[in-house]
């Protein structure tokens, strides 16, 4: 009886989590300096690779948040968080997914550095 209790229970507490929901208008990806210039964004190198990429603004910066898929950019948490502390987020002002950020996934922070 043991061996399926736990299946089930499991089932039924992992179903009643809801899935992050991507914004209405996520920012497509820019490939080109024109576009981005037209897009109001900053054309540039975001990373370590010798690569320029667009940085554009987030029309939801500063909206509450518990996981990026909530938001254009990151969900990011408030400074002085705990990595593994669950916290409530705000969406980054801008795409920029470079350098040492503090994410947030399902409303837990975790430090996440892309070079």
């Known amino acids: 009886m043991r061996k399926f209790v736990v299946p089930v229970l499991f089932a039924l507490l992992t179903g009643c989590s809801q899935p992050a929901q991507r914004p209405s208008n ?3 990806p820019v490939a080109s ?3 981005c210039l037209q897009r109001g964004g900053q054309w ?6 010798p ?4 940085l554009l ?11 990026s898929a909530q938001c254009e950019g990151l969900c990011l948490a408030p400074e002085g968080s ?8 705000t969406c ?3 795409t920029n997914k470079f350098g040492c950020k503090q994410r947030l996934r399902d409303g837990v922070a975790s ?3 892309v070079d």
């Open 51 to 54: 690569v320029k990429q667009c």
């Open 33 to 35: 300096e024109s576009d």
């Open 92 to 94: 980054a002002a801008d």
């Open 26 to 28: 996520p920012v497509q």
């Open 82 to 89: 705990q990595d593994g502390v669950v916290v409530g987020g």
């Open 111 to 113: 430090t996440v550095c």
């Open 57 to 67: 603004r987030t029309a939801d910066a500063g909206k509450a948040c518990s996981d």
């Open 44 to 49: 540039m190198q975001l990373g370590r690779a």
